[in-house]
T-cell receptor, first 114, second 115 residues
Framework: QQQVKQSPQSLIVQKGGISIINCAYENTAFDYFPWYQQFPGKGPALLIAIRPDVSEKKEGRFTISFNKSAKQFSLHIMDSQPGDSATYFC?????????????FGQGTELSVKP | DAGVTQSPTHLIKTRGQHVTLRCSPI?????VSWYQQVLGQGPQFIFQ???????GRGNFPDRFSARQFPNYSSELNVNALLLGDSALYLC??????????????FGPGTRLTVL
């Protein structure tokens, strides 16, 4: 069963623009929400993570906004750069991580044009 | 500090064969998880091991098995390979955050092609 919906599937942004990727989840038992960045041929790299008791978290140009009532959260990349071009995955984990299981979204392929 | 290492980088097998993939976690991490990533999709959870014990299993057939060694390295074994097993196999090493969550760091993966 699909527990998470990530959108858009692909995104093209001009250099300096804001990239916004959204994720919606169904299971209210989720309590850990990381974002991963993956370049072709590489493993996913942890970007930033948030817990549901926080509505926003910022690290450098990356910000997570969390809406617990709507069961949605989003990644904002400010001042997007060509080097940000990669596939981004939202992920979820349940209470006590249910044995270490991360559930991933379908991914968003971001292309930042110079 | 070295990150998660996996071997081999690439592997080509034929249907029906067996494969063993290896992973070494980040120093100090005691937990290892395995994921399968099919092209164009997000990773799918296969197993998690902590202190040599299986702590979680995803929705994969019994042809998939794993184990963790006393030095916390791990092996993923897949028997009777099918064409559909072709994927990038990722190992993640994790540490417990102050909030009680497993913060997972991924290795570069092993690209398995089944012909």
């Amino acid at each position: 069963q699909q527990q998470v919906k990530q959108s858009p599937q692909s995104l093209i942004v001009q250099k300096g623009g804001i990239s916004i990727i959204n994720c919606a989840y169904e299971n209210t038992a989720f309590d850990y929400f990381p974002w991963y960045q993956q370049f072709p041929g590489k493993g996913p790299a942890l970007l930033i993570a948030i817990r549901p008791d926080v509505s926003e978290k910022k690290e450098g140009r990356f910000t997570i906004s969390f809406n617990k009532s709507a069961k949605q959260f989003s990644l904002h990349i400010m001042d997007s750069q060509p080097g940000d071009s990669a596939t981004y995955f939202c992920a979820f984990a349940g209470v006590y991580n249910q044995g270490g299981k991360l559930i991933f979204g379908q991914g968003t392929e971001l292309s930042v044009k110079p | 500090d070295a990150g998660v290492t996996q071997s081999p980088t690439h592997l080509i097998k034929t249907r029906g064969q067996h494969v063993t993939l290896r992973c070494s976690p980040i120093s100090g991490h005691k937990s290892v998880s395995w994921y399968q990533q099919v092209l164009g999709q997000g990773p799918q959870f296969i197993f998690q091991y902590y202190e040599k014990e299986e702590r979680g299993r995803g929705n994969f057939p019994d042809r998939f098995s794993a184990r963790q060694f006393p030095n916390y390295s791990s092996e993923l074994n897949v028997n009777a390979l099918l064409l559909g097993d072709s994927a990038l196999y990722l190992c993640a090493s994790s540490r417990l955050t102050s909030g009680g969550h497993n913060e997972q760091f991924f290795g570069p993966g092993t690209r398995l092609t089944v012909l």
